[in-house]
T-cell receptor
Framework: NAGVTQTPKFRVLKTGQSMTLLCAQD?????MYWYRQDPGMGLRLIHY???????AKGEVPDGYNVSRLKKQNFLLGLESAAPSQTSVYFC???????????????FGDGTRLSIL | GIQVEQSPPDLILQEGANSTLRCNFS?????LQWFHQNPWGQLINLFY???GTKQNGRLSATTVATERYSLLYISSSQTTDSGVYFC?????????FGAGTTVTVRA
């Protein structure tokens, strides 16, 4: 029972390069989320998805794109990486979210991304 | 957006001591989670607690939603309790995090 799996775990990029972070969950969860965590701060929501084929912007969406082509996968893309995007990225999923928030979010182990 | 404030920002404990962490939030919330981020960076779910009190071993949590706060109690602390404790609230179907309380337990 893997839960939420993020790949890769570490990555170093040069400014201007592109890359995609993959999040996979095996819990049949409907909702998925991408967060970033910067030093000394809590997590901030980048984008989220309420179901296959849907995406929506979170608190800090600029410079990122996402796709949810399959229910179990949620991809986070950086088209042209910038040093300000150096961070730890967390993916999460929940059975449902809606306005009730009545299911907990389950988190992956994170991806450490450094952009030089 | 909603404001989530945690206190204290840092806490140093001697092994065996008890402590209380506090989370205040600025608006009504649908639910609340407490997490422990261990030294390896993993986020561990501790409690999912919209109201009332829950206990799990040496940890317990109380949420008083009408007064917009939650408390996390650590009893008989151990060195493995070290790390950052985050409170996160569900508001407008999104999870908003506080800045965390960094706990260091010394042997």
């Amino acid at each position: 029972n893997a839960g939420v799996t993020q790949t890769p775990k570490f990555r170093v990029l040069k400014t201007g390069q592109s890359m995609t972070l993959l999040c996979a969950q095996d819990m049949n969860h409907e909702y998925m989320y991408w967060y970033r965590q910067d030093p000394g701060m809590g997590l901030r929501l980048i984008h989220y998805s309420v179901g296959e084929g849907t995406t929506a912007k979170g608190e800090v969406p600029d410079g990122y794109n996402v796709s949810r082509l399959k229910k179990q996968n949620f991809l986070l893309g950086l088209e042209s990486a910038a040093p300000s995007q150096t961070s730890v990225y967390f993916c999460a999923s929940s059975l449902q979210g809606g306005i009730f928030g009545n299911q907990p979010q389950h988190f992956g182990d994170g991806t450490r991304l450094s952009i030089l | 957006g909603i404001q989530v404030e945690q206190s204290p920002p840092d806490l140093i404990l001697q092994e065996g001591a008890n402590s209380t962490l506090r989370c205040n939030f600025s608006d009504s919330v649908n639910n609340l989670q407490w997490f422990h981020q261990n030294p390896w960076g993993q986020l561990i779910n501790l409690f999912y607690i919209p109201s009332g009190t829950k206990q799990n071993g040496r940890l317990s949590a109380t949420t008083v939603a009408t007064e917009r706060y939650s408390l996390l109690y650590i009893s008989s602390s151990q060195t493995t309790d070290s790390g950052v404790y985050f409170c996160a609230v569900y508001h407008d179907y999104k999870l908003s995090f506080g800045a965390g309380t960094t706990v260091t337990v010394r042997a």
